[in-house]
């Protein structure tokens, strides 16, 4: 090998070496990089996830299942002959509400609403309105 030769193959050997410490670099800003982007995103998709928990759960409380219909702020249930249930439905929790000795309001257990009529008022509620 020649002066010249030897002297080429150590520029070729020390350049590539730059180059390849150079592209480590780059690699590892790239990887760095993409483990913040990936972070971010996770923390996105947890936040994203709970907020549609919460929108799901708002939207099955605001929603009135099939065989119900919404009157007087309540909801009452069609029973499969047609007639309506003689039992008024919180409008959130759909469960059935009561009224004390048919005097108070008509409350929920679970959620505290009041609905507007008492359970005197109720027969009449169903005559007039809702058969
Ligand atoms: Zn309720």
Avoid at 21 to 43: A, F, G, M, P, T
Avoid at 61 to 74: D, T, W
Wanted: proline share 4%; net charge negative; hydrophobic share 35%.
């Amino acid at each position: 090998m020649d002066w010249f030769s030897m002297l080429e193959k150590f520029i070729n050997e020390h350049a590539s070496a730059g180059i390849q410490k150079e592209r480590i670099i780059q690699r590892d800003e790239i990887i760095q990089h993409l483990r913040d982007e990936h972070n971010l995103l996770k923390e996105k998709n947890t936040l994203l996830n709970e907020k549609n928990e919460i929108l799901q759960r708002e939207l099955k409380e605001l929603s009135i299942p099939e065989n119900f219909i919404k009157y007087r702020g309540v909801l009452f249930s069609k029973l499969p002959d047609g007639r309506i249930d003689e039992c008024a439905y919180c409008p959130t929790c759909k469960t059935p509400m009561y009224s004390i000795q048919e005097a108070t309001n008509f409350e929920c257990s679970r959620c505290r609403f009041v609905a507007s009529f008492t359970g005197e008022e109720l027969p009449q509620i169903l005559r007039d309105n809702l058969k």
